[in-house]
């Protein structure tokens, strides 16, 4: 049995606003709703791990669902950030902290990681997943025409791998190329099978 077959008795929550998160798991066939949007403060310990804080973050969101679950409900959180010298990258304030962090990337290497937490009313999956990607010298134009052009306010790092960026300026990713674009859609397709047969079990 496939994996959508064996989601019929449940009901998938994606709490999530990224398009791409949404075009991803529809992508592999799953089906989902979009959970009602709601606030959580992403904040972590100041001496937290740079490469711990997407799964503590995924797992601060879960917990913050406004609402207990429901039987039969699995609650999808993740969160994604960008590291470079040991520096978390996050979504740029305004355009000049945008051209800031891709100066940063230019020329480099950078870990992109991605946590990911899955929950019922009583049992919770939580896993991780990395990318390293290399990025090609930007010249101080083309890094403006891109933020420009367009405006990744809402993306960790500054960009988007599906944009032109991705197109012309990376070099090399070693680890899922979807897990740079906000999920690690094969991983969570694993994950969750494996989750949903644990609750088969437990019934």
Same mark, same amino acid.
């Given at each position: 049995?496939?994996?959508?077959? /064996?989601?019929? +008795? ?29 606030? @959580? &403060? ?23 669902? $406004?609402? +207990?679950?429901? &039987?039969?409900?699995?609650?999808? #959180? ?25 100066? /940063? ?10 946590? @990911?937490?899955?929950? #019922? ?11 390293? @990607? ?8 083309? #890094? ?7 405006? $990744? ?6 960009? !988007?791998?599906?944009?032109?960026? !991705? ?16 999920? +690690? ?5 694993? &994950? ?5 047969? &644990? ?5």
């Amino acid at each position: 049995m496939l994996l959508h077959e /064996k989601l019929l +008795p449940y009901r998938l929550l994606l709490a999530s606003q990224s398009p791409r998160r949404r075009e991803l798991l529809t992508g592999c066939g799953l089906r989902y709703e979009l959970a009602p949007r709601y606030d @959580v &403060e992403e904040t972590y310990p100041a001496d937290m791990a740079a490469a711990d804080v997407p799964l503590y973050l995924s797992q601060l969101k879960s917990d913050g669902f $406004p609402r +207990p679950l429901a &039987e039969g409900e699995i609650l999808l #959180t993740a969160d994604t950030v960008v590291i470079a010298g040991g520096e978390i990258l996050g979504k740029p304030h305004d355009r000049a902290d945008a051209l800031r962090m891709l100066r /940063k990337l230019s020329g480099a290497r950078h870990t992109v990681i991605t946590g @990911v937490t899955l929950r #019922t009313a009583d049992r919770r999956r939580s896993f991780t997943a990395a990318s390293e @990607v290399t990025l090609r010298t930007l010249t101080d134009e083309e #890094t403006a025409y891109y933020v420009d052009t367009f405006r $990744p306010y809402d993306k960790a790092g500054s960009y !988007g791998i599906q944009e032109w960026i !991705g197109y012309a300026a990376i070099e090399r990713i070693d680890g899922s190329f979807y897990n740079v674009m906000g999920l +690690p859609v094969q991983r969570v397709y694993v &994950e969750l099978e494996r989750f949903i047969g &644990e609750l088969s079990q437990q019934n």
